[in-house]
């Protein structure tokens, strides 16, 4: 954070510089303040939920960059981010618990053949406000799963916003190999 500087500024800069990408901050999350939380010297973060658009790049000072699931994560962290990680993944869990109407008619916006592709999918369609549901079999294999629905996962949404998760993802290819 520079002098004179919000930190909702410093974490916008800060996203820009690293990843390229213009955030739009949600909220604060948590402030991180342990005095061992970095050997080499105190250090508090605060922690924002954003939004941002676009295909990051590691810029500044940041080696590589992702996208990442809960269990695509490569580690070790640095610090105690794994414990800020936990405790993201862990809110979003509860908050996010699919709320789709019970009554609701849902649809098949998709279909793919792995667990982390469903994972980057419906995270990607969540963090456009569309609540869906992952139904379908996969098993571990040495072999290509068979195209007779074994190994398929199936990405639901509800019909009313089945023409808007179509054409997001139509517009925004989303694969576990970006």
């Known amino acids: 954070m520079g002098y004179g500087e919000t930190v909702e500024q410093a974490a916008v800069r800060e996203a820009k510089e690293e990843t390229s990408l213009d955030v739009e901050l949600i909220s604060q999350f948590h402030t991180y ?11 508090i973060s605060t922690v924002f939920i954003a939004r941002a658009k676009g295909r990051p790049q590691a810029k500044d000072d940041a080696a590589e960059i992702g996208i990442f699931t809960t269990t695509s ?3 070790p962290l640095a610090f105690d981010h794994e414990k800020i990680l936990t405790d993201y993944f862990h809110s979003k869990k509860e908050e996010n618990a699919p709320k789709i109407d019970k009554n609701a008619k849902l649809k098949e916006v ?15 369609l969540e963090s456009n406000g569309i609540t869906c549901l992952m139904r379908g079999t996969w098993v571990q ?15 639901l949404v509800s019909e009313a916003d089945f023409a ?7 517009n925004n290819p989303v694969s576990e190999k970006e």
């Not at 040495?142 to 007779?148: L, V």
């Open 141 to 155: 294999s040495t072999g290509p799963m068979s195209a007779d629905g074994l190994g398929e996962i199936k990405i």
């Open 164 to 170: 808007l998760a179509k054409e997001l993802l139509e």
């Open 33 to 43: 303040s342990d005095p061992g939380r970095d050997p080499r010297f105190h250090t």
């Open 73 to 75: 994560i490569p580690r």
């Open 110 to 124: 998709c279909r793919v053949m792995g667990p982390v592709e469903a994972e980057v999918i419906k995270s990607f």
